[in-house]
């Protein structure tokens, strides 16, 4: 098959939709199908580098919304070259301009929100939600409806998803998601990490790992481990990833008014091997998430052996409990209090079997080519 994949921008930073649609094109390609990019990311920053097959960029686009006129005319000229269309996400110029250019066409489409239908986001940026819901009654609802299929990750985002906005028609099909096993030598990225951040060499490495966003719940994971950081000298949190709203100043400032400043490693956003090595680094993975669709470096926590400490607003949370492989509990302070105090309270044979279980629960449930077979046959059925 011939798959062209729609990204509106595919900087690594703005986190999992970016990623999943980048291993997803690794997958493919691994299989034999030919797959390809459109974005309206530029040329100067060879993000393209990273992707399979041909990348068609379309940008830079000029405003925050990502529209390009030439989006609409590029997919009408080249669509039926392809046997299906991928959109990935909503809400910028990319879904409503692709399907703009395959109106009139009989090329199947099908879009992948990757959470962005959340109700979470109406009631925690109200701001944004005005202007949500005039792209909503404007065009993207026909996105969704006249779309071949609409694709979930979990079936409690497929459920979510009803309740964001009306009107809302479309054929809902779960198909999951995956990333590939980590391929390099443990023992080397973990040096590699350690060797850039030395201070943390023989301690007990709380990770967290994403974007520093109000929706991770970094403010919650700071207040519970300032509360439990005094049992033992080793504990060291880690806050790795981009700052993409500007919010980690006032997160240091809450570390300096608890008293742990000391205690928090910030390393900015890493990637490669860095963030394969700061994986391999951690005795255990923190995301008290207030929303999050399926959590890419999550399912890479567990790819890596590490047991993770999540909240319940994690769409693929029960997969995790019912695996073992971690520990669950509401998007609150006391929420993280309980799965910390869970982790540090646990004996040692117990976190080394839940090591054992975490590697288990990516097999099991977010292996990329287990994904990929389920995305071919959505294709080539529906």
């Not at 100067?44 to 041909?54: I, L, M, V, Y």
Request: net charge positive.
């Amino acid at each position: 098959m011939r798959i062209l994949q729609c990204v509106g921008d595919i900087n690594p930073a703005l986190g999992g939709s970016v990623e999943a649609a980048r291993q997803l094109s690794v997958a493919l390609d691994g299989f034999g199908h030919s797959v390809e990019l459109v974005t309206l990311s530029g040329l100067q920053h060879g993000w393209q580098d990273e992707w399979r097959g041909a990348v068609h960029c379309l940008g830079p686009a000029s405003t925050y919304y990502l529209y390009s006129s030439r989006l609409p005319r590029w997919i009408a000229a080249h669509a039926s070259s392809y046997d299906a269309v991928v959109i990935h996400g909503l809400w910028r110029y990319t879904s409503v301009g692709a399907w703009q250019g395959l109106r009139g066409l009989n090329v199947p489409f099908f879009v992948f929100p990757h959470g962005m239908l959340d109700p979470y986001f109406n009631r925690a940026f109200r701001w944004k939600h005005l202007k949500k819901y005039i792209c909503w009654r404007t065009a993207e609802h026909r996105v969704l409806s006249d779309a071949q299929a609409v694709l979930f990750t979990s079936d409690e985002e497929r459920l979510r998803a009803r309740n964001s906005f009306r009107p809302y028609h479309c054929r809902e099909l779960v198909v999951g998601l995956g990333i590939g096993r980590p391929s390099g030598d443990p023992a080397v990225e973990r040096a590699r990490f350690l060797g850039q951040f030395p201070a943390l060499a023989g301690k007990r490495v709380l990770l967290f790992l994403g974007r520093i966003h109000p929706k991770k719940g970094c403010d919650l994971l700071i207040g519970a481990f300032a509360q439990r950081a005094g049992s033992d000298p080793r504990l060291q949190l880690v806050m790795a990833g981009p700052d993409e709203c500007g919010w980690q100043a006032d997160l240091m400032q809450l570390a300096t008014r608890l008293g742990i400043e000391k205690r928090i490693t910030w390393t900015g956003p890493v990637y490669g091997d860095l963030k394969w090595g700061a994986l391999r680094a951690a005795e255990v993975y923190a995301l008290p998430s207030h929303t999050e669709n399926f959590g890419i470096t999550l399912a890479e926590a567990l790819a890596c052996g590490v047991p993770v400490l999540i909240s319940d607003q994690v769409n693929i949370w029960r997969e995790i409990q019912a695996s073992g492989a971690g520990l669950v509990a509401p998007d609150s302070l006391e929420g993280c209090l309980q799965t910390l105090d869970q982790w540090l309270s646990s004996q040692e044979f117990s976190r080394a079997q839940m090591k054992i279980r975490a590697i288990d629960c990516f097999t099991q449930h977010f292996e990329l080519e287990q994904f990929a077979r389920r995305f071919v046959e959505c294709i080539q059925t529906t």
